[in-house]
């Protein structure tokens, strides 16, 4: 027998169930705030990610799928969505269009991790990027968007964890107190930070193995490091989001895996499922260098990112399956191949109609049939007979009240409609 891949998942059943609901609410926010859909190759060039992510990050030194195709092209599976977005962004010159450019995106990444209770390897982020301006306005309204579908989902207790990186100047000064504070602690810490030392001392703070160390606790604070005006771009991000009653709280500590960031950085938890960084429901954050970095012009980027799979744990907890389970409304029973002609034909009408309907595919005979109807719930169930179809009649019966009808086969939907 062959298994699935480690650290991936097959989703069948009530849990697809909940997927559908996902998607469907994360599409309809997007549309409503007037988001475009995108969607881009799953595998992209190696290079890409090693410039937007960075080939000192985690992810890419670590946690890449990277493969060469029959042609010897050096390719990734992505591992995130935000590099492929501002490829595609500039490789059409998007820039050059008067307005700014509003995507999401909903797709599968991969990442080599060690699969865990919300760590996969193969798992999906719904997420959005937002191009060409660095107003703040934007910065609040792409937390708040992430905020409101996660509520939206029924999913309570929210805190967006909120910090700013500042502009380069800030990061740079910032840079400078990290290293000469680290310098006299480097032994204490372990190989890979001793590492990401010489080539990107930040990454340090975002260590899962010296993450309890009071060396890390107590290292200085981006935040304190911020010159006037990156200050100034960060409180008013905090006062847009007051105005919109996100709930926030300023985190120093998040500084992200991710070697893009500038500015803006954020992630999302659920107070009620908040103990573990698989916990973490979404982030992202401003990335307005990355765009020349990738060869594009000067401009400005923002984004955030949220794993469905940790999301679909959580409504599971929530025992949310009977609110979104699709609930067959009508059965159609038939035994002869004549009622059966009746039968495929008044299926596809109901259906056509919007009307859930099903009817036998295995032959079972009116027994097995009404055993099916039952097991499925269907509220209404259509009999046919020979005899009544002859008359132009079926007979419709409540599969609750057990009150039956007989009804003129052109008037069915209108009466299905009206009787559900
Ligand atoms: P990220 O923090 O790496 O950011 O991922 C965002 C979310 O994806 C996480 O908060 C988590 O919910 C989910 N996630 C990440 N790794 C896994 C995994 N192995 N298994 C299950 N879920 C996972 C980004 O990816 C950025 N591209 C976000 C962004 C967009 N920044 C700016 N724009």
Redesign the pocket.
């Known amino acids: 027998m062959i298994n699935k891949p480690k650290g991936c998942v097959d989703i069948t059943g009530d849990e697809s169930l909940l997927w559908e609901y996902v998607n469907d609410v994360v599409s309809t926010m997007m549309r409503t705030y007037n988001y475009e859909l995108i969607r881009t190759p799953i595998f992209e060039a190696s290079e890409l990610f090693h410039r937007s992510v960075g080939a000192s990050s985690d992810i890419v030194k670590k946690e890449t799928y990277d493969f060469q195709d029959k042609g010897n092209r050096n390719l990734t599976l992505r591992p995130?969505?935000?590099a492929g977005v501002v490829r595609s962004y500039i490789e059409n010159k998007c820039y050059a269009l008067p307005d700014i450019k509003k995507y999401y995106y909903n797709g599968t990444m991969y990442?080599y991790?060690r699969p865990q209770n919300?760590?996969?390897r193969e798992?999906t982020?719904f997420?959005v990027?937002v191009l060409g301006s660095n107003d703040p306005i934007v910065d609040a309204e792409v937390i708040s968007l992430q905020y409101k579908i996660l509520e939206a989902l029924h999913i309570e207790n929210l805190e967006v964890k909120i910090n700013s990186l500042g502009d380069a100047e800030s990061r740079d000064n910032y840079k400078k107190a990290l290293v000469s504070y680290l310098e006299p602690h480097l032994n204490e810490l372990c190989e890979d930070c001793q590492e990401r030392f010489k080539t990107n001392p930040l990454r340090i703070l975002d260590c899962k193995v010296d993450a309890d160390s009071d060396i890390l606790k107590n290292a200085p604070k981006t935040i304190d490091y911020l010159n006037k005006e990156s200050k100034e771009r960060f409180e008013t991000v905090l006062k847009y989001l007051d105005l919109l009653e996100i709930d926030y709280e300023v985190n120093p500590n998040i500084v992200?895996?991710?070697d893009y960031y500038d500015h803006t950085v954020f992630e999302i938890v659920s107070l009620d499922h908040n103990e573990t960084s698989q916990s973490?429901?979404?982030?992202?954050?401003r990335?307005n260098k990355l765009i020349k970095e990738l060869d594009g012009p000067d401009s400005y980027g923002i984004?955030?990112?949220?794993?469905i799979?940790?999301i679909i744990a959580i409504l599971k907890e929530m025992d949310l399956y009977k609110d979104v389970k699709r609930q067959v409304e009508v059965y159609v029973m038939y035994v002869s191949e004549e009622e059966k002609l009746h039968a495929l034909d008044i299926v596809q009408n109901l259906r056509l109609n919007g009307v859930v309907t099903e009817t036998d595919n295995l032959g079972r005979g009116l027994k097995g049939e009404f055993k099916e109807a039952d097991r499925l719930q269907a509220k209404l169930l259509i009999i046919l007979n020979n005899e009544d179809l002859q008359k132009g009649l079926v007979n419709i019966k409540d599969n609750a009240t057990k009150e039956e009808e007989k009804v003129d086969l052109s008037e069915i939907v209108e009466y299905i409609i009206g009787n559900l």
Do not use: M, P, S
């Open positions: 995130e969505g935000t990442r991790e919300g760590r996969l798992f982020q997420g990027e992200r895996g991710l973490v429901l979404g982030g992202g954050g990335y984004g955030f990112a949220c794993g799979d940790r």
